[in-house]
């Protein structure tokens, strides 16, 4: 069965600081992984998918197969980066729906 | 850009009543999807629905459950008989296509069993 850990609940960094948002999978297959951001009393929101390969806010994420990772990192957080993230997994194998990690909650502090 | 839309963003309801939550997917898009997030905990596939039918389901989607597309539009989630534990957010999706393309959400309908 399909899984994605988050380990890490709440990141709190400084404005101006580099922040990396860690995502694990577990999938028999090929997986298309995904960042979701949810700003306050917002609905959640395609960030990036891995199959693009770009650059959103000034967020990347690389896909490594050989560690099931795809680690969500920003090299200056800004304020407005204050959202509630969540690492998503989809894929033939999967249905093509989608499967979440817990979310980790980014506080950037001025 | 066009939205997925979902009415109504709360709904109280009493124990053993049916509850109805609805949904306007993208207009261009053929694949949708119900996930629901009870309070602290992860986002959960609830089910996906093609071609007028349903694709997968969850463990969680039992015989209380249903969905419809009764029109053109409108892709709903019916709960027969509510239990305390479905209360919730409820989320609907929509996807051009499937195979991991990015699905679209609107923005939650919260749902209180009393």
């Known amino acids: 069965a399909q899984r994605v850990t988050q380990p890490e609940k709440l990141l709190s960094v400084f404005k101006g600081a580099p922040v990396e948002l860690k995502c694990n999978y577990s999938y028999s297959g090929s997986p298309e ?21 770009e650059s959103i806010k000034g967020f990347t994420a690389d896909l490594n197969k050989g560690e099931t990772s795809f680690h969500l990192k920003k090299p200056f957080a800004q304020e407005e980066d204050s959202a509630m993230y969540y690492c998503a997994l989809s894929g033939r194998a999967a249905g093509n729906k989608l499967t979440f990690g817990g979310g980790t909650r980014v506080l950037v502090k001025p | 850009e066009p939205e997925v839309t979902q009415t ?51 463990e969680i989607f039992d015989d209380q ?50």
């Open chain 1, 33 to 53: 992984l995904f960042w979701y951001v949810q700003y306050s009393r917002q609905r959640l929101q395609l960030l990036l998918r891995h199959i693009s390969r």
């Open chain 2, 8 to 58: 109504p963003s709360h709904q109280v309801t009493q124990m053993g009543q049916e509850v109805i939550l609805r949904c306007v997917p993208i207009s261009n898009h053929l694949y949708f999807y119900w996930y629901r997030q009870i309070l602290g905990q992860k986002v959960e596939f609830l089910v996906s629905f093609y071609n007028n039918e349903i694709s997968e389901k969850s």
């Open chain 2, 65 to 114: 459950f249903s969905v419809e597309r009764p029109d053109g539009s409108n892709f709903t989630l019916k709960i027969r008989s509510t239990k305390l534990e479905d209360s919730a957010m409820y989320f609907c999706a929509s996807g051009r296509k499937g195979d991991g393309q990015p699905q679209h959400f609107g923005d939650g309908t919260r749902l209180s069993i009393l």
